[in-house]
């Protein structure tokens, strides 16, 4: 059972369009990590939050952190195809372990 | 380059054979992760090392032995390798232990194949 629950699985959209990837959790988590992962590659990080209800924008990427610390969601402006990746949520449980969510594929579409 | 090294890339081995992958990083990183990533499932943590010497159980060790008698590395040891053991294996490390609110260095990854 995964304890971070990522929807949807697949997303696909056309470039210029916005996105919510959405990462949910019944666990509190001391802080909250994104990651982007592409195809051969390893995941590497875009933000952690660790506040309840803190929200960190990165260019066009916007993440939120619940107020109770057990959700996340990561939101896109204007797409580009460069954004295309498998984006992993990641919990931090205490401070040896990080609980990952089965990740969202994005696909943007020139 | 700062980066976390992870060897090799693809391996294609039968049931029983013992295999180790390495991991070798250059960040004089504390703490060390082994993960393996399967479909549908994301990446669930196998052993982790919070510094030389000192190696911990993540959420699937079974099967699975780590060492850590340097900093630098972390191989992973598989004893006798069986198909459920196949998946796509990655090494992290990051800075200090405290490992929730800093960032995970990733390997690109080993495919391994359990026949």
């Known amino acids: 059972t995964q304890l971070l629950e990522q929807s949807p699985q697949f997303l696909s959209i056309q470039e210029g369009e916005n996105l919510t990837v959405y990462c949910n959790s019944s666990?509190?988590?001391?802080?909250l990590q994104w990651y982007r992962q592409e195809p051969g590659e390893g995941p590497v990080l875009l933000v952690t939050v660790v506040t309840g209800g803190e929200v960190k924008k990165l260019k066009r990427l916007t993440f939120q952190f619940g107020d109770a610390r057990k959700d996340s969601s990561l939101h896109i402006t204007a797409a580009q195809t460069g954004d295309t990746g498998l984006y992993l949520c990641a919990g931090g449980r205490n401070d040896y372990k990080l609980s990952f969510g089965a990740g969202t594929t994005v696909t943007v579409r020139a | 380059e700062a980066q976390v090294t992870q060897n090799p890339r693809y391996l294609i081995t039968v049931t029983g054979k013992k295999l180790t992958v390495t991991c070798s990083q250059n960040m004089n990183h504390e703490y060390m992760s082994w993960y393996r990533q399967d479909p549908g499932l994301g990446l669930r943590q196998i052993y982790y090392s919070m510094n030389v010497e000192v190696t911990d159980k993540g959420d699937v060790p079974e099967g699975y032995k780590v060492s850590r008698k340097e900093k630098r590395n972390f191989p992973l040891i598989l004893e006798s390798p069986s198909p459920n053991q196949t998946s796509l294996y990655f090494c992290a490390s990051s800075p200090r232990t405290g490992v929730s609110n800093q960032p995970q260095h990733f390997g690109d990854g080993t495919r391994l194949s359990i026949l």
């Open positions: 666990s509190v988590f001391s802080s």
